[in-house]
């Protein structure tokens, strides 16, 4: 892969083009940062988080009889607190209750500022029925019917569960939830509970009596719909509870949270920010297009730099598109909850398209931000990196094929050894992150000793030895040694313009500076520029002051021009001869010279009196150096 760019510094005009590049694209980078953090509200997660704490909800496992219970005491009273009787006049106006759960309109609140809207639902999802392979003697406790793990294919998607018809996920507008074992489907057997918290606790006495929850089932949701108005905030929150098919609740709390507003609602500066960052990503893409047709399709995708400017234009176009639905959608929302306001409203599909145009815009600023390095091939260090990995990335990739293969080892290794104690290690995913923290030195050797007191510490050790003595080694010195061999070779003098042309415009600026400030009288100029001739200072020694040398012009001659002026080219083919034969004699006799005086030096080492040394031969005066006086005229 090519990571050249058409970014150049060899000549004035190309340098003004590369820095009216920068400053335009300095621009769209102020922009597209600006529209990626309007996408998260700053308040966002002290909104989750006060959710779950209210709830007082951590992970842990439980029984049937406790999730009822927890429902009926704790879940349920929380959403749909009882009115609290008004007794006088001041308490009804400012709001209702002490607590603040209970307006005087009868909304329901919950932690004083979160509007409920509409109702809250119960939802199951469920697995086939199938006969058991066991013993007849082990199943004959269970009837013979067995419920097997969950999978799309064993879901339940048909028929009734005591009173509860399923419905599908586009009925119902719900999308997949990740658990912690599995991702379930959408869908589900849903019971619709009611604003009143009396008839809701009757409903859900009676849901557990009739044995709602058996042993089909495979995940439980408690799921209602919050709305803050003081920071337009719609709050997804759904308690859960995965039935694994060894028995058991795993309980646990998802909380997802949406704008009202996207970013042509926002503020004016999030707005002007949007339409300057979609103009400039249409400028882009334009420019894109136009360079495809002039350096054919080939040429344009084996440049690195291109290949980002592809993504950032497709991730552009996406962002525009959630931007168009995203308000119609919520208006339309609204709409309905004000239409039925003793429904359940879901918000999974705006919620789970909110969440894919977060990580999408994530991206897209990560790229955007690294892109900046395509003007950086001024810069030796830089020119260095990017020469460095165009040259090593054929020798890091079969590295990486060789600690890919041993990573993959170690974590298949990892789970079968330690996969029964170790939580980490339970699934072949939890064990192949479990080896990347390793890496990173997070590593829990206690654990990992008690899950396997005999090749737990082998396993450390191997690991510690292969993966951090040797392949971080070997894959520190692909780089090193292609780095050393990069920084041998001369970067061309024209990436180093750069420097010059600011040097040139800084002392034209500064010049004209200086003539503007001795126009006005603020700067006055020295005597010397006022034409006269300042004596110099009679120093200690009572020199006499005299005028100082003038500065003679320098005339540049090229080397064609003295030898075409000063030197006769030989013709004869005698006399080049002739020169060749006394230019080696010259070279002899200098040789010659050279080796009598190291003869001497090394007598006079030898000699320890000075009296018995020879005489040293008279230096011969060097004669006068011929002085070349040029013609100023030719």
């Known amino acids: 892969m090519n990571f050249e760019t058409n970014v150049k510094y060899d000549s004035d005009k190309n340098i003004r083009r590369a820095l ?3 400053t335009l694209y300095c621009i769209f980078i102020v922009v597209t940062t600006a529209v990626a953090i309007s996408v998260r509200h700053h308040y966002l997660y002290y909104f989750n988080y006060a959710i779950k704490r209210h709830f007082m909800i951590y992970e842990r496992v439980v029984t049937y009889e406790e999730w009822w219970s927890e429902l009926a005491e704790v879940f349920v009273p929380e959403v749909l607190q009882e009115p609290q009787a008004e007794e006088n006049d001041d308490d009804t106006t400012s709001g209702g209750d002490a607590s603040g759960n209970r307006s005087t309109k009868g909304e329901l609140n919950i932690l004083r500022e979160n509007l409920l809207l509409g109702i809250p639902r119960l939802r199951q999802i469920r697995v086939e029925a199938e006969e058991c392979s066991a013993r007849k003697s082990f199943v004959k406790h269970f009837h013979g019917i067995c419920y097997p793990i969950y999978s799309y294919w064993n879901q339940q998607t048909t028929g009734e569960h005591v009173g509860t018809e399923y419905g599908t996920a586009s009925d119902l507008d719900t999308m997949p939830v990740s658990g912690r074992m599995h991702t379930y489907w959408g869908g589900g057997f849903v019971q619709h509970l009611s604003r009143d918290l009396n008839a809701s606790l009757d409903l859900v006495v009676a849901l557990a009596q009739l044995g709602w929850l058996d042993r089909g089932t495979r995940l439980i949701i408690f799921e209602f719909t919050l709305y803050n108005h003081n920071t337009d905030l719609f709050n997804n929150v759904k308690i859960l509870g995965e039935v694994p098919a060894t028995g058991g609740v795993l309980l646990f709390i998802e909380v997802k949270t949406v704008q009202k507003y996207a970013v042509w609602t926002g503020s004016i500066w999030i707005i002007l920010a949007a339409v300057i960052f979609y103009l400039m ?12 047709k002039k350096q054919g399709c080939k040429k344009y995708i084996k440049n690195f730099w291109n290949l980002c400017d592809i993504v950032i234009s497709i991730l552009a176009s996406v962002s525009f ?3 168009i639905f995203h308000p119609f959608y919520l208006r339309y929302y609204l709409k309905e909850v004000e239409a039925k306001p003793t429904a359940y409203h879901s918000l999974d599909v705006i919620c789970w398209l909110n969440k894919n145009y977060m990580n999408l815009m994530a991206v897209l600023a990560f790229i955007v931000w690294v892109k900046v390095f395509q003007f950086f091939n001024f810069n030796k ?8 990995f165009v040259k090593c990335y054929r020798d890091l990739l079969n590295f990486v094929v060789i600690f890919l293969i041993l990573f993959l080892s170690y974590a298949v290794f990892g789970m079968l050894l330690f996969g029964e104690a170790h939580q980490d290690f339970v699934v072949f995913p939890l064990a192949f992150w479990s080896v990347m923290r390793m890496v990173l030195a997070d590593f829990d050797y206690v654990a990992v000793e008690r899950a396997n007191r005999v090749l737990g510490p082998l396993y450390f050790l191997s690991f510690i030895v292969i993966v951090y003595f040797i392949l971080i080694n070997m894959f520190l010195a692909i780089i090193f040694d292609t780095f050393r061999e990069i920084k041998k070779i001369e970067i061309p003098s024209e990436n180093n313009q750069l420097s010059q042309f ?8 500064k010049a004209g500076g200086m003539k503007a400030l001795n126009t006005i009288g603020l700067c006055k100029p020295s005597r010397s520029a006022r ?10 020694e009572n020199e006499p002051p005299f005028p100082p040398r003038p500065k003679t012009k320098k005339i540049k001659v090229t080397k064609s021009e003295i030898l075409q002026n000063y030197f006769q080219v030989v013709n004869n083919k005698r006399d080049a001869e002739q020169i060749d034969r006394l230019t080696k004699h010259i070279a002899a006799l200098e ?6 005086g190291n003869d001497i030096k090394h007598l006079e080492a030898e000699t320890p009196d000075p009296s018995t040394r020879p005489e040293q031969p008279r230096q011969v005066k060097a004669p006068p150096r011929i002085k070349v006086f040029i013609d100023r005229k030719k």
Not at 281 to 292: H, K, M, P, S
Request: hydrophobic fraction near 40%.
């Open 591 to 596: 040789e010659i010279l050279a080796k009598m």
């Open 281 to 292: 990503a249409l400028y882009y893409l334009i420019g894109g297009v136009l360079a495809t």
């Open 20 to 22: 009216g590049s920068i």
């Open 502 to 509: 600011f040097k040139k415009y800084w002392d034209k600026g």
């Open 381 to 388: 260090t830089a020119l260095r990196l990017n020469m460095t």
């Open 531 to 540: 034409g006269g001739t300042p004596l110099r200072d009679v120093g200690a």
């Open 321 to 323: 598109s959630y931007n």
